[in-house]
């Protein structure tokens, strides 16, 4: 039973290729309802693994993967067509990848990192999810006139969190590091007083 929550994180990540397909060929509503099914996963493999007490190690790593492979595909894809502006793209891009590279730099200099979902990520990417389904509910359903204030204004919220999101990681982050290594330099210092 342990197994099944991956399984289905897994067909998230599956997703992934299939939403940047249509995307690329302009089947929005198409991704629309894929992008509906990915959510709808994430939710019923959370569920189960909490419901059933089956959470593992992988799924623990896996998930906010898949969840981020996803974001950052259709970000990603609905800016290579221009149909979001490239600065929000490159905002949800580097906000993921200074995440990536705090891990990898911990890892790198022998820091056990423990990824604190805070609040305002949470929010970040609840903003996230929602202005990418509205942008591809907008294109595949031709709601452009009747929703496009409401998408700019989205678009500078999407904006707006994400900085404030990937700040307070990386200022944690920092914070943490600091410390780890003000505590390996007293150990040291002790060590060789004896």
Do not use: C
Not at 37 to 43: E, F, L, Y
Not at 148 to 154: E, F, I
């Amino acid at each position: 039973m342990s197994f099944v929550p991956n399984l289905i994180t897994l067909g998230r990540l599956i997703l992934v290729p299939v939403i940047i397909y249509l995307i690329g060929h302009q089947e929005f509503e198409a991704a629309f309802w894929v992008f509906v099914a990915a959510g709808v996963s994430d939710g019923v493999d959370g569920f189960i693994a909490r419901r059933f007490n089956v959470k593992t190690t992988l799924g623990a790593w896996l998930d906010p993967v898949a969840d981020k492979a996803l974001l950052v595909s259709i970000f990603v894809s609905l800016g290579m067509q221009d149909l979001i502006p490239n600065w929000l793209v490159i905002l949800v891009v580097s906000r993921d990848v200074l995440i990536v590279g705090a891990v990898l730099i911990s890892w790198l200099i022998g820091f056990s990192i423990t990824m604190r979902p805070l609040m305002v990520s949470k929010i970040n990417t609840t903003v996230q999810i929602a202005y990418a389904a509205g942008v591809l509910a907008v294109l595949g359903f031709g709601l452009e006139a009747s929703l496009a204030s409401a998408l700019v204004l989205g678009t500078y919220l999407t904006g707006m969190t994400t900085v404030v999101s990937g700040a307070s990681y990386l200022v944690d982050w920092v914070r943490d590091v600091s410390a780890w290594e003000t505590d390996e330099a007293e150990k040291q210092h002790t060590a060789s007083d004896n």
